[in-house]
Antibody, heavy 119, light 110 residues
Framework: QVQLVQSGAEVKKPGASVKVSCKAS????????MHWVRQAPGQGLEWMGR????????NYAQKFQGRVTMTRDTSISTAYMELSRLRSDDTAVYYC????????????WGKGTTVTVSS | QSALTQPASVSGSPGQSITISCTGT?????????VSWYQQHPGKAPKLMIY???NRPSGVSNRFSGSKSGNTASLTISGLQAEDEADYYC??????????FGTGTKVTVL
């Protein structure tokens, strides 16, 4: 079955970087875009950007430009999201979500990775 | 990009129908038929309930329906059930090739 398995929880200090992974299975990894969405405690969903695993092309939300980097390793069907210069308000659950090539909605989501930024 | 506007909470009794609104602009909701709705239970990942304004993915109950008029999209849940109690988020594709989510609505089954 289609599955996105994310890496485990992280605790980071302000100013550090975090890299979250998302391993895809049950479908052709390069055939679907991968999006990243985050959710701060008690808050709503926030779109961060997406990567085309086939080409490596990315599109980031303006808010995260310069701080986020999305990459992929097609040999292991895994997408990565790295966020740098972490602040306390980056504390959130980070989700990866799949989007088909000819559609504009996210149909399969990972379970989320909790990132806590604290000194 | 500002978040789409949703009511903070909506409630209804079992068996009733409720509607959640999602208001954006001509650069997102009003400009494209690419509105989707997600259900999120506490501590869980979002689940796709409606895509492209009014389409249901396989496996989603036909009690869920979507529509759009101008810059406002709506999600209707008919025959409300206890399991429908959750947070609901709308999302839209935007003119800047990005996505924007709604502020979220907590649905309570009385």
């Amino acid at each position: 079955q289609v599955q996105l398995v994310q890496s485990g929880a992280e605790v980071k200090k302000p100013g550090a970087s975090v890299k979250v992974s998302c391993k895809a299975s049950g479908y052709t990894f390069t055939g679907y875009y991968m999006h990243w969405v985050r959710q701060a405690p008690g808050q709503g969903l926030e779109w961060m950007g997406r990567i085309n695993p086939n080409s490596g092309g990315t599109n980031y939300a303006q808010k995260f430009q310069g701080r986020v980097t999305m990459t992929r390793d097609t040999s292991i069907s895994t997408a990565y999201m790295e966020l740098s210069r972490l602040r306390s308000d980056d504390t959130a659950v980070y989700y990866c979500a799949r989007r088909g090539p000819l559609v504009l909605y996210m149909d399969v989501w990972g379970k989320g990775t909790t990132v806590t930024v604290s000194s | 990009q500002s978040a789409l506007t949703q009511p903070a909470s909506v409630s209804g009794s079992p068996g009733q129908s409720i509607t959640i609104s999602c208001t954006g602009t001509s650069s997102d909701v009003g400009g494209y038929n690419y509105v989707s709705w997600y259900q999120q239970h506490p501590g869980k990942a979002p689940k796709l309930m409606i895509y492209d304004v009014s389409n249901r993915p396989s496996g989603v109950s036909n009690r869920f329906s979507g529509s759009k008029s101008g810059n406002t999209a709506s999600l209707t849940i008919s025959g409300l059930q206890a399991e429908d109690e959750a947070d609901y988020y709308c999302s839209s594709y935007t003119s800047s090739s990005s996505y924007v989510f709604g502020t979220g609505t907590k649905v309570t089954v009385l």
